[in-house]
């Protein structure tokens, strides 16, 4: 059957869009994986949704106390037992070939920690047209400047996320953190070039804000270890390219198959 993937999904408060994200964990061509949903402390109907589906790929884990988002990824990579982890939030969707084309791509590639390209979707789920890339070969001079690997695209080799766990600090990009950790050591993120991933924008996210977003790219920065004065000038230039991509991704709504 493959390689096992353990899939990594931190729910919180999610009834609204949580269904959609596990049937398209449990829809993959890819069938050897295993599904951890890592219940926050969920007040709404998100832990009966999750215990809905009679299916055996599913863990599902609740949180004694609200713990974040980052420490519950922690908690299920913990939990584990694939050889790869892939996360998926509770709002996203993936492509049913995203795992086995990913699984294949990372063979050819000799990865140990792989990416794929993003599409996006409103809060409503109508896509928009424009789609981030993946570059090939990301080294970590190129994720410096700007943040090309969404997490729920992300498929990393167990035993390299467990020594980088994400950072539980508040107000910070705690994924990117982890992935300038983990380019620093292996040198290249191989990037497969198809959107598998469809990414939910909202405007309740975190990085909506763009005070708050820059707040939180100058924490990344100064959690990888860059003084004040570099993680300020890294934060611009990352803050230029994330207003490009917003604009790209506005400019191309695609809504209701107009």
């Given at each position: 059957?493959?390689?096992l993937?353990?899939?990594?999904m931190?729910?919180y408060?999610?009834q609204?869009t949580?269904?959609?994200?596990?049937?398209?964990?449990?829809s993959?061509s890819c069938?050897?994986?295993?599904l951890?949903?890592?219940?926050d402390?969920?007040?709404d109907k998100?832990?009966?949704?999750i215990?809905s589906?009679?299916?055996?790929?599913?863990?599902?884990?609740l949180?004694e106390?609200?713990?974040?988002?980052?420490?519950?990824r922690?908690?299920a990579?913990?939990?584990?037992q694939?050889?790869?982890?892939a996360?998926?939030?509770?709002?996203d969707?993936?492509?049913l070939n995203?795992?086995?084309?990913?699984l294949?791509?990372a063979?050819?590639?000799d990865a140990k920690i792989?990416y794929?390209a993003?599409?996006?979707?409103?809060?409503?789920?109508n896509?928009?047209?424009w789609?981030?890339?993946?570059?090939y070969?990301?080294?970590y001079k190129?994720?410096l400047?700007?943040?090309?690997?969404?997490?729920?695209s992300?498929m990393?080799r167990?035993?390299l996320?467990?020594r980088y766990?994400?950072?539980?600090r508040?107000?910070?990009?705690?994924?990117?953190?982890?992935?300038?950790?983990?380019?620093?050591?292996v040198g290249?993120?191989?990037g497969?070039d198809?959107?598998l991933?469809?990414y939910?924008m909202?405007g309740q996210?975190?990085?909506?804000?763009?005070?708050?977003?820059?707040?939180?790219?100058?924490?990344?920065y100064?959690?990888?270890?860059y003084?004040?004065i570099i993680?300020?000038?890294?934060?611009v230039?990352?803050a230029k390219?994330?207003v490009?991509?917003r604009?790209?991704?506005?400019?191309?709504?695609?809504?209701?198959?107009?």
């Open positions: 059957m493959g390689e993937v353990s899939v990594i931190p729910a408060n999610a609204e949580i269904t959609e994200s596990i049937q398209s964990v449990l993959q069938g050897n994986c295993e951890i949903i890592i219940d402390c969920s007040t998100t832990a009966a949704i215990k589906f009679a299916d055996n790929r599913i863990r599902y884990v949180n106390k609200n713990l974040g988002v980052a420490a519950s922690n908690r990579v913990e939990l584990a694939g050889e790869w982890i996360f998926l939030d509770a709002d969707i993936w492509d995203k795992l086995s084309r990913q294949e791509f063979n050819e590639t792989t794929t993003s599409a996006f979707m409103d809060a409503d789920g896509r928009f047209d789609v981030m890339p993946a570059i070969a990301l080294n190129e994720l400047k700007r943040n090309l690997m969404s997490c729920s992300v990393v167990r035993e996320i467990k766990p994400f950072p539980n508040p107000v910070t990009h705690e994924d990117y953190v982890v992935w300038l950790r983990i380019l620093r050591e290249t993120a191989y497969l198809e959107p991933l469809i939910r909202s996210s975190k990085s909506a804000n763009r005070v708050k977003s820059a707040r939180m790219s100058l924490n990344a100064r959690e990888v270890e003084n004040p993680a300020a000038l890294l934060t230039r990352y390219h994330s490009s991509k604009r790209k991704i506005k400019n191309g709504m695609k809504k209701g198959g107009d």
